[in-house]
């Protein structure tokens, strides 16, 4: 059985339009699923959902999102956010403003250990120190003590990383973790989520724009088109032949330095017409 | 082809801000160290190079956003290194510059006929209006957008705005510092295409800031990789992909990530 499953999962803007209509996709553990789309398309707001950390302004209007075999939405708000904290991490896209600028890196991996996971202070500082290690961070000692802005982007990221793996969670949800960086230190940073997730055996949910990062860490993926997913394939598949024409179109659009002569061809309004056309259709439905 | 752009042994200095003290000086941090090349009328060329490579910052020094510290710049036969603000005044409009965050760049607070009107105006230019018009043209927008406040467009129609605003003064060169790495693919290839297609018809020359190697291969005739404030490679872009000399092009090349699951990466 798949570790997270989300079954038919219907956000709205409260009093709004639909931000994410009927949305299903499954991933096991040791898996990683990559979640594609163009900006507003609600990729990250699945990652939101499922971690409990929706804004104010929308709400949940359907569907479940089943962890382990348990449905989040019947919980009750306290046990929700305690299976959710013990089991599940997020590794966000920006590493800037998601460290503390005025603390030091110690606390930020380890006060979470210690005051909401009920560990000992010297285990979770031993803890953070083997991570630090093992997301190759030479002179962990230091960098414990060092502040956010003492440190490159990339060793950044890498704090972040052995912070969501910090607890062992079954499930991290990655948020365009390379956006910010440079494609040498990208390179690196996904080879180390990816190795790190395999060794570990974590559920991996990745949310990006880039079909390219997608094609070298997800296994399976699925691309969303105004909150619906329109195509859920393996990887493989997916490269060789997509199968609904915006994907298709998505792909045509990406450039590749291999293929200098081929034109770069942006989604055609046709393909645009067709799937906001799908789109409609599901609204008059009437399905929420 | 005669050079637009020819830059001698250029050094760039700024304070170093993070290792300031509190009281005193910053200490100075070379960011650019002795840079040479050229520029041809009617080149595109790429600059790429990693974050902290000083790609922005020599592109900042070109239409002279920053002063160099030491070195030559020469536009188009005048030396512009160290031309007081007075003299480099009409200079100006005949380099431009795009930015990379349209929301930034683009003042929330007026419209987008004012926005491209703007330098127009402060360059004292007549005709104003038609050429608004012209340059919302050439970049594909229509003519009511004039109208539009810059949120109320998608990140590609503001990109396009910051393009028309550029070539609206109808400039020889201009610095595009990654303009499209904020946008969805299929933005990206409209502007590329767009930029593109503006080069050949208002025989432009252009200098394209770029982490993307894709997107450089796609434009770019010549690239110029920077590491750590030098070049460490100029040459064809044909070239360069065909067979990298410097180990960092090396580098770069092999961090790309092809939309393809066979390619190995290792």
């Known amino acids: ?288 | 082809m005669t050079d637009l752009y020819a830059v001698h042994d250029l050094r760039l200095s700024l304070a170093d801000m993070t290792s300031k003290p509190l009281f005193g000086a910053a200490p100075r941090i070379e960011i650019l160290k002795g840079l040479s090349f050229t520029i041809p009328k009617g080149a595109v060329v790429g600059i790429v190079g990693g974050s902290g490579s000083g790609k922005s910052t020599l592109g900042r020094a070109l239409v002279r956003l920053l002063e160099p510290s030491s070195g030559a710049i020469r536009f188009d036969g005048t030396d512009i290194t160290h031309l007081a603000e007075a003299q480099l005044r009409p200079l100006r409009r005949r380099f431009q510059m795009i930015f990379q965050d349209p929301m930034s760049s683009l003042n929330p607070r007026h419209r987008v006929g004012t926005i491209i009107a703007e330098p127009m105006r402060l360059h004292g230019l007549s005709d104003i209006r038609d050429r608004t018009a012209r340059a919302l043209d050439h970049v594909g927008l229509p003519q009511h957008f004039a109208t539009r406040f810059p949120h109320e467009l998608s990140g590609g129609q503001r990109q396009r705005v910051g393009i028309a605003r550029a070539i609206a003064l109808e400039p020889d060169f201009i610095l595009a510092d990654e303009i499209v790495s904020g946008l969805d693919v299929s933005s990206q290839a409209q502007v590329l295409n767009l930029l593109e297609r503006l080069v050949a018809d208002l025989g432009l020359t252009l200098a394209f800031i770029s982490h993307d190697l894709s997107v450089i291969r796609r434009l770019c005739q010549r690239t110029i990789v920077l590491y750590q404030g030098q070049i460490v490679e100029d040459r064809a872009t044909a070239d360069l992909f065909a067979n990298p000399q410097a180990a960092y092009s090396r580098d770069l090349l092999d961090a790309i990530p092809l939309p393809d699951p066979a390619q190995p990466w290792a």
């Open chain 1, 1 to 288: 059985m798949s570790f997270l499953s989300i079954r038919n999962l219907s956000v709205r803007l409260k009093k709004g339009p639909p931000l994410l209509r009927r949305v299903s996709l499954d991933v096991q553990a040791g898996e990683v699923r990559g979640l594609v789309g163009e900006s507003g398309a609600g990729k990250s707001m699945i990652g939101k959902a499922v971690l409990g950390i929706l804004p104010p302004s929308v709400e949940i209007t359907g569907g479940e999102i089943l962890l382990d075999g348990t449905d989040l939405l019947r919980l009750p708000p306290k046990d929700r956010r305690r299976r959710i904290g013990a089991s599940c991490a997020l590794i966000p896209q920006d590493p800037l403003t998601a460290l503390n600028p005025s603390h030091r890196i110690g606390p930020q991996i380890t006060d979470r250990l210690v005051d909401i996971l009920g560990w000992s202070r010297s285990t979770a500082e031993s803890r953070a120190r083997d991570l630090l290690a093992e997301v190759q961070i030479p002179e962990p000692d230091r960098v414990l003590r060092a502040y956010p802005h003492e440190l490159s982007g990339g060793m950044r990221q890498r704090i972040l990383i052995a912070s969501a793996f910090a607890a062992e969670p079954r499930l991290i949800v990655a948020d365009e973790p390379t956006t910010a960086l440079d494609v040498t230190v990208q390179k690196q940073i996904l080879k180390l989520i990816a190795g790190m997730q395999a060794r570990h055996g974590t559920a991996l949910l990745f949310v990006t724009h880039d079909l390219g990062v997608v094609s070298k860490v997800c296994q399976n993926l699925s691309v969303l088109y105004s909150g619906m997913v329109v195509e859920d394939s393996a990887v493989t598949d997916f490269f060789a032949a997509p199968r609904h024409p915006y994907s298709r179109a998505l792909l045509a659009a990406t450039p590749k330095y291999t293929d200098p002569a081929a034109g770069l061809t942006p989604v055609p309004d046709e393909v645009i017409a067709a799937v906001r056309a799908e789109v409609a259709a599901f609204d008059a439905g009437g399905i929420a």
